[in-house]
């Protein structure tokens, strides 16, 4: 679970920082505005369309590999900035209100082996959000939060054939509004008692646009969501068990479409068997109205491109899961030790969505896909070095009734992944190692005895079963070396060296086939990174 929140609590004094690498700058600030209000701002921005740094390079390479390109040039940019307004209306009523607003654009052109003319394609990508929030504590028992939010995503895509004859226009836009509000009542003092009530609606654009021939196409669908959830939360004395029970039940509407009620139970169980031995109990079902199709075609320069939409009952059922897990750990100042066991079943997918690149062998099928398998971590840390482990074993599988066979590997079905890490300090420097490894994920064959099929026009490849065999396994070394240091009495400053995959290991991520001019089966490898370098300079007062 990654957690990423900018503060939210007042200081009396202006603080910030700023800091540069190889990729990007950026520049933060909170500036006090009196005793009990206070501004935060932050910048960040690309410097990619100024100049080429080996990092960018190496990025860029991995995001456009094609074996028959002879000839390429793009401009990448991003930027984004936010800010957030605090307000402590008194000692129990804290207000905020934030923004954020996140751009990203592309443009590429490249020419083949195949072709003497370019082509030329563009991507736009912009994120605009408000959010708005106030947590009252009314009593010592009695508390309330209020948030409001409204977010606007909206993807333009650009694709110009060699020949020039051909331009094809998408968009996909994605308007949110929001509302929630919890209450939490402590019964005693061993009791907790949660309730809330949540609205959204959300509504989703996709429109394209072809020149030649001509085609227009604008499909709009919204989908309303009402929630109400409530939870109980218990702590026994001397802290030996902790619980919580809830429950959320969801109305969701999509006009013209359906209408359904789904029930959401949740459980949390923390048993302490000891002062140091833990044992966790974990469970709930979710719901999802909302799917991305992953565009993997050789327009956009086979650029993974997802687009949202909305569930219609139908072709696109609502997304429903249920999850559970149990594990014990050991905990100490020094030493960690865990382990966990879990399952997962996630019903209403559409080949669509799941990112296939055999394309033609699917035509949109329903099904699902479960996973389970285990975690371990250890982690022994001092003063001075830090050192931990993982390891994590997966099965996963989906199961489509209408495709031979019905159940075959899922396309992330990595079944062994192993970390190795660790930091040591000396001084003001600090020293970071990394190994990470995996076995290889799956992918789909060419059928070995007929693989092509002439029968259509234009011809298609035959495929072979789904996922039927793997690619070899993934090997990264990283290493990293920070070092800190003052720079007067109020302000200090980091100098930082990564590299990643230091040994150069050429590692295949993903494979997949397809049909040239000649109309002769190629097969293309995606590569990882290479030796991948990167220096920042970070300095806070």
Known sequence: IIDMHTKNELKDQFFGGAGINLISGDVYGQFPLGDKMALQLSARRSLTDFFNTPTYNEFFDRAFQDSQIVEREGNFYFYDFTGKLLYDIGTNQKFRLSFININNALDYSELSRDNANATRSSLDQTNLSFGSSLDSKWTNRFKTYLNMYFTRYNLDARNIASDAQQQLFQNNQVKETGLKLNTNYGLNENLNWLNGYQLSETGITNGTNVTNPPFNSNIKGVVRT????????????????????????????????????????RLNLNFRLSEAWKALVLGEFKSQATNQIIDLEQNF?????????????????????????????????????????????VKGISTATQGFQNQDQFNGEIGKYDVKGIEFLINKKTDRYSIWTSYTYNLNNYTFEDIVPSRFPNNLDIRHTLTLAGTYDIGGLKLGLGLNYRSGKPFTEPLASDPIDESVFPNRINYDEPNDSRLLEYLRADASAIYGFELGSRAAATIGLSILNFTDRKNIFNTYYRLNATNEIEKVENVSLGLTPNVSFRVRF
Do not use: C, M
């Open 301 to 345: 320069l086979g650029i993974e491109k997802r687009r949202w939409i909305i569930s219609d009952g139908a072709q696109l059922p609502i997304t429903q899961s249920k999850q559970g897990s149990i594990g014990i750990n050991y905990d100490q100042p020094e030493l960690y030790i865990g382990l966990e066991g879990f399952y997962k079943e």
């Open 226 to 265: 009402h929630s109400v959830f409530s939870e109980i939360g218990y702590t026994s004395p001397y802290r030996k068990l902790f619980a919580q029970l809830g429950v959320r039940l969801n109305y969701l509407q999509n006009p013209g479409n359906f209408e359904k009620v789904i029930l959401e139970p």
